[in-house]
């Protein structure tokens, strides 16, 4: 059965780094596209940055740019998020997804273009 599971949330203080896996567990390979989201409490769920499988592109929402990192690793079937400079408003249930999209469609990081969701990971920063 395919899965996406992610790991690697937890606390930190503002200004702390971390790093979130997705392992597709169960997939023969990685789906061409795999995005971040987040959900924080009483807000919609956002894109946050994703990976086109084909050739690595990647794309990361304006306001996360420079801050957060979407790579892959295609034979261990995982794809990270590193966060850096993490502040309260990045405090969050963090989701990954993956779809079978286009380079360009991939980049727009359209919640609604993704069928299948991991279980989340949650983080938070304190002030």
């Known amino acids: 059965q395919n899965q996406l599971v992610e790991s690697g949330g937890g606390s930190v203080q503002a200004g702390g780094s971390l790093r979130l896996s997705c392992v597709a567990s169960g997939y023969s390979y990685l789906p061409t596209c795999v995005g971040w989201f987040r959900q924080a409490p009483g807000k919609e769920r956002e894109g946050v940055a994703s990976i086109y499988m084909g050739g690595f592109a990647t794309a990361v929402v304006d306001s996360l740019m420079g801050r957060f990192t979407i790579t892959a690793d295609n034979a261990k079937k995982t794809v990270y998020l590193q966060m850096n400079s993490l502040n309260p408003e990045d405090t969050a249930m963090y989701y990954c997804?993956?779809?079978?999209?286009?380079?360009?469609?991939?980049?727009?990081?359209?919640?609604?273009?993704?069928?299948?969701w991991g279980q989340g990971t949650q983080v938070t920063v304190s002030s």
């Open positions: 997804a993956a779809a079978s999209l286009s380079r360009n469609r991939c980049s727009e990081i359209r919640r609604g273009d993704f069928p299948s």
